[in-house]
């Protein structure tokens, strides 16, 4: 592989794409651990598109000889502290989706942080004490279905690999 930035962005994609098509592939079968499968395939997918966002920053920040060049996490690129010391267009469009909540890039990198995030129990109002203790269940219950489909991280895919594409002519220097 050459050692240009854009191979680990393009690299990052690819195994997105792979994670990806395992993860239709997991959530169409009837394998007992398909749950767990495409659980498994949606948390590769969501890691290598946070990396193939870290790949894009360090393209963008080594054209540019950023003093943060290197820096391993996304969130010193995307901040306004470094943007207003080194602006460019392409961090500045990247500061703003990530500062808008409704955009696919605050959504992508909410769902990455929500990896690290413990589970948690359900909220309940409190009980009243004159209540039973024990309280009947009904396994026919649905679990809550992912709130993050394949076809939501597909489209994040398209959009990040679309913007990395109009980035890089950009940056390409005459």
């Known amino acids: 592989m050459a050692h240009e930035l ?59 000889r950023l003093p943060e060049a290197g820096s391993p996490q996304v969130g010193r690129f995307l901040n306004a502290e470094l943007l207003s010391a080194a602006p460019s267009p392409e961090l500045a469009e990247l500061v703003e989706l990530a500062g808008q909540p409704e955009t696919w890039l605050a ?6 942080a929500r990896l690290f995030q413990p589970p948690q129990a359900a909220k309940q109002a409190k009980v009243d004490p004159r209540l039973p ?9 649905e679990e809550q279905a992912p709130a993050l ?20 002519e950009s940056l390409t220097e005459c």
């Open 6 to 64: 854009y191979t680990r962005t393009n690299q990052k994609l690819y195994f997105a794409g792979l994670a990806l098509a395992s993860l239709r592939q997991a959530e169409e079968g009837r394998a007992l651990n398909a749950q767990a499968q495409a659980m498994a395939e949606r948390e590769a997918a969501l890691f290598h598109l946070h990396g193939a966002l870290l790949g894009l920053c360090h393209e963008i920040a080594g054209f540019y």
């Open 107 to 112: 959504q992508l990198l909410a769902e990455y």
């Open 133 to 141: 203790l024990i309280e009947a269940v009904s396994l026919d219950e």
């Open 149 to 168: 489909s394949a076809t939501q991280v597909e489209q994040w895919r398209q959009s990040l690999k679309e913007l990395a594409l109009r980035f890089r």
